[in-house]
């Protein structure tokens, strides 16, 4: 097995171009289960994470630009603020030691239905920054992700970046698993608000073959906050409002059964979390979001 | 790791021999415990995969401890295998090998990561500290001395692991409250359910600021 170095992106497309089945490796927190148990014999190694450009972060227009190499550490401490969404999720990446190496560029390398930080991209209309030699394109999350750890890169590309607006209104993401720590999800949920649209972001992760967005969900709830002029002169939610996001949120899943659980539980536990972190965000939008922890969905 | 490239052995692939390991193992079953037949499976084994990795080797050095240590590995080679089969460091341990004990924790330039799941071949450059480098001398760092009057362990197994991240833990600042210690030192599992110990351990080391 071969291990290529470059020092700098443009290196890193041109070994791409040239052996495309090369595997990028940048937390090695995926990769490196793969060849410890030898489920993986790559041919080469192409190691990025010598590569500046890609560990950094910037505003870029209205959008903040996140390198595909910043590890979830770094999107917790640095951009909790402005991404509260992707932060959250980002905190319940496998524990501190994977989260100190681990990326959202490689979340999205894998394009598991199971990775954490996919509903938040979805929920947040998040673009992925691809490119190769012959040039940089944007993919929006929603295109993205094409089936069981299928993802939209051409063998020639690389991640490069993900763009995403900064909060404009709350954010809310969930996960069930069988403890706090080193969990891959059972099932999970992200919600956005986006109020400048009239409308709200909605997705579910590990409980369909690739993460999905809740469509059904998204339009029913901007409907009913439209319709009651919610958003101006925002009120607590009525309790059968929240129940039918959660009905439809549940929906837009196809899940199975498998170790981690059965399909009957994900329906019902992502009706609970689509409900739960509905109501959490929206509480925060209604400017009464230090109750949270004392409230019960 | 001895070099047994000098074996008649190093001819064969790692596949093949491989594979004649796994018929000398069902054999071995068949005719109840054929001690020496798998033993000997194994021993080629071994001596395939060193041929395989002098083959394919690249020299690297590692600082670890403070030290810059040569060596050639195979760029497959986990920085956790590299300071144990390779350094004889063997005070940072092998659990899972997929990330999920923590029983590997090393810091690298400060940070604890998990060294099963990085190659040794990345982390070339980095200021890497197993628990082998902590005590000075015979003066024990104050985690490993909390350990021991807590005695936070019973097996040992975990406990290196335990030691370098709480060492983090304490650096990163998260050890406010003993729920706050739990959840920062969540990424290492203990078989035998010593954490009552440890994070009293962890609690008592945060008082003490090393010299």
């Not at chain 1, 009120?235 to 409002?241: A, E, G, Q, T």
């Not at chain 2, 005695?151 to 990163?172: K, N, P, W």
Request: charged fraction near 20%; aromatic fraction near 4%; include cysteine.
């Amino acid at each position: 097995m071969d291990f290529l170095i470059p020092s700098t992106f443009a290196e890193a497309l041109a070994i791409k171009a040239e052996r495309p089945e090369v595997v990028p490796i940048a937390g090695g927190t995926d990769v490196m289960v793969e060849l410890n148990f030898d489920h993986r014999r790559p041919t080469a190694l192409l190691d990025l994470t010598r590569i500046a450009e890609l560990t950094e972060w910037a505003p870029s227009e209205n959008l903040l630009r996140v390198g595909a190499g910043v590890p979830y550490v770094r999107i917790i401490d640095e951009l909790g603020d402005r991404l509260p969404g992707l932060a959250m999720a980002s905190r319940t990446v496998g524990s501190p030691q994977i989260r100190n190496r681990g990326t959202v560029g490689g979340n999205l390398g894998a394009a598991s239905p199971a990775g954490d930080t996919h509903p938040v991209l979805l929920a947040c209309d998040a673009q992925v920054e691809v490119a190769s030699v012959r040039g940089t394109r944007m993919i929006p999350a929603a295109e993205f992700y094409l089936g069981v750890k299928r993802n939209a890169l051409e063998p020639d590309e690389l991640i490069a970046a993900v763009h995403l607006a900064p909060a404009a209104a709350p954010q809310q993401f969930s996960k069930v698993g069988t403890r706090n720590a080193m969990v891959i999800a059972v099932c999970s949920f992200a919600v956005a608000l986006h109020p400048e649209q009239g409308r709200v972001g909605a997705a579910v992760g590990s409980a369909a073959p690739t993460p999905r967005r809740a469509l059904a969900a998204e339009e029913f709830l901007a409907g009913e906050l439209s319709d009651a002029g919610l958003w101006e002169s925002p009120k607590p939610l009525l309790d059968s409002v929240r129940r039918r996001f959660g009905e439809l949120a549940a929906e837009a899943a196809s899940p199975i059964d498998d170790v981690r659980g059965t399909a009957a539980y994900r329906r019902h536990a992502l009706a609970v979390l689509a409900r739960r972190t509905l109501g959490w965000a929206w509480q925060d939008y209604c400017g009464t979001g230090e109750t949270r922890s004392q409230s019960c969905a | 790791m001895p070099d047994n490239s000098e074996t008649p052995k190093q001819q064969h692939k790692r596949r093949t021999v491989l594979k004649a390991g796994g018929a000398a193992a069902i054999a071995g079953i068949a005719a109840a415990h054929s001690v020496t037949e798998a033993s000997a499976a194994t021993q080629a084994q071994d001596a395939a995969l060193a041929a395989d990795t002098e083959a394919s080797a690249v020299p690297i050095v590692l600082t670890v401890n403070g030290q810059a240590r040569q060596l050639r590995v195979e760029p497959r080679v986990t920085l956790l295998d590299a300071l144990r089969e390779r350094l004889d460091l063997t005070g940072t341990k092998k659990g899972c090998d997929r990330g999920e004990c923590g029983a590997c924790t090393v810091l690298v330039d400060g940070r604890r990561i998990k060294s099963c799941l990085t190659l040794a071949v990345m982390r070339q450059d980095c200021a890497i500290t197993t628990v082998e480098g902590l005590a000075k001398g015979d003066d024990l760092h104050p985690v490993q001395a909390a350990f021991i009057r807590h005695d936070a362990f019973q097996c040992g197994g975990c406990t290196s692991g335990q030691i370098m991240s709480a060492v983090a833990v304490i650096d990163e600042g998260h050890t406010g409250s003993t729920d706050e210690i739990r959840e920062w030192m969540s990424g290492n599992i203990c078989r035998c359910a010593a954490y009552p110990n440890i994070v009293a351990a962890v609690q008592d080391a945060a008082k003490e600021k090393r010299p």
